[in-house]
Structure formats: structure tokens, C-alpha cells
């Protein structure tokens, strides 16, 4: 069965700072992975997602993925980091006939003046 | 292009009570998902569509839990009876297809708390 390991619940950083989340997952084929990010009250957006190819992904508002297959990883990053980016982020799994994802438990990032 | 809509934003129940959940996914998507989060968890697939057809409802809770997908395009979620442990966001999503490498897009959510 497919899973994902956020290890990080919560995590602080300066402003202008980067970031680095951690995602590992766990499937016995190629995975499809993601990176969603939810706001307060908000439902989920996709920033990035990676199926094939680049091993290094662009997504939405800066951010950026690698995928490391031999490490199970798929980290997402980005170089100087906004107040508006305080958020949770979700890494997601997925695999299969029709797309079943799941999600890990998410790291919530705060971010300070 | 109109995203996600569902409704209500919050309910308050009572346990043993019964709730409906309304979702309108995307005009064209065929495929149409609830899922469950609870607080401090990720969201959790509770079903599937695909059209009106249900793909994966492995992880709804049958005795009480139940969906709807008429005409492959609203969906609705009903809890009957509803327990504590309900207390959860449920979010509707959907896309085009149902393939893996597609986008799902995410409704804002139903606040639901159980007392």
C-alpha cells in the first residue's frame, strides 16, 4: 500500500529565509507525487506535482520539488520564503488505475518578520 | 471558469443526528471525490466517482456514510448517524478524468462538529 511521511508537524521560518519540507513516500512502482498547500479555511491548492521526466519540478508561486528516487523523496523548497506562504503543505502519493491519492499529515509553516 | 462549490460551510450536530453535504464540481470533470480530514490529519478519500459510477469506496464507512453522485454531476454526502469522531472537514474535489497525473481541484470544504 502506498503512504507518505511528513516528518516535520510544524515549522518556523524567517522571512526571506528558504525552506526546505520533507517528503518521503512509499510505493512499489514510478509514483505520481504532489504538493498541495491549504490556507485557514481554505481548501486544498496544487503547487507542483511530478509523474515522469525532470526530476526537478517547478510549481506555482516560487516553490520547486526534486524527486530522489533512490532516497524515496520528494522535498519541496523555496529560495526566500513570504509571509504569505504561511500555510499548511501536504505532500500526496499516487498510484494506480484511477488516480487514489494519499496524503501525508502536512507541516504546518509559520512565518516570522 | 467557476471552481468547486459546496455547501454548507459549517454544521453543528448533535450525535445521532443526520447531515447532508452538497458538492458541485467543475463543469466537464467527470470525476468527483469526497474526502474526510481530520484535524491534524491529511485528507483522507472516503469515495470516488467516476460519472455516476462509484470507482473506490473502501474506506467509507458503509454502516453510516453514504453518497450520491445522480447525473454524474452534483454529488451529495450524508452521515446517519452521525458519532463524535465525525467531527472532520469534508472536502469535495474533482477532475477531468481520474487519471494519475491530473489535477484535482478542491472545494473549500464542510466544517462539520459533532456534540
Known amino acids: 500500500a502506498q503512504s507518505v511521511t511528513q516528518p516535520d508537524i510544524h515549522i518556523t521560518v524567517s522571512e526571506g529565509a528558504s525552506l526546505e519540507l520533507r517528503c518521503n513516500y512509499s510505493?512499489?512502482?514510478?509514483?505520481?507525487l504532489f504538493w498541495y498547500v491549504q490556507s485557514p479555511g481554505q481548501g486544498l491548492q496544487l503547487l507542483l506535482k511530478?509523474?515522469?521526466?525532470?526530476?526537478l519540478v517547478q510549481g506555482i508561486k516560487g516553490f520547486e520539488a526534486e524527486f530522489k528516487r533512490s532516497q524515496s523523496s520528494f522535498n519541496l523548497r523555496k529560495p526566500s520564503v513570504h509571509w504569505s506562504d504561511a500555510a499548511e503543505y501536504f505532500c500526496a502519493v499516487a498510484g494506480g488505475g484511477y488516480q487514489k491519492v494519499t496524503f501525508g499529515t502536512g507541516t504546518k509553516l509559520q512565518v516570522i518578520p | 471558469e467557476a471552481g468547486v462549490a459546496q455547501s454548507p460551510r459549517y454544521k453543528i450536530i448533535e450525535k445521532r443526528q443526520s447531515v447532508a453535504f452538497w458538492c458541485n464540481p467543475i463543469s466537464g470533470h467527470a470525476t468527483l471525490y469526497w474526502y474526510q480530514q481530520i484535524l491534524g490529519q491529511g485528507p483522507k478519500l472516503l469515495i470516488q466517482f467516476q460519472n455516476n459510477g462509484v470507482v473506490d469506496d473502501s474506506q467509507l464507512p458503509k454502516d453510516r456514510f453514504s453518497a450520491e453522485r445522480l447525473k454524474g454531476v452534483d454529488s451529495t454526502l450524508k452521515i446517519q448517524p452521525a458519532k463524535l469522531e465525525d467531527s472532520a472537514v469534508y472536502l469535495c474535489?474533482?477532475?477531468?478524468?481520474?487519471?494519475?497525473?491530473?489535477?484535482?481541484?478542491f472545494g473549500p470544504g464542510t466544517r462539520l462538529l459533532v456534540l
Open positions: 474535489a474533482s477532475s477531468l478524468a481520474g487519471y494519475p497525473q491530473e489535477t484535482q481541484y
Open positions: 510505493y512499489g512502482a514510478t509514483p505520481y
Open positions: 511530478y509523474f515522469s521526466g525532470d526530476t
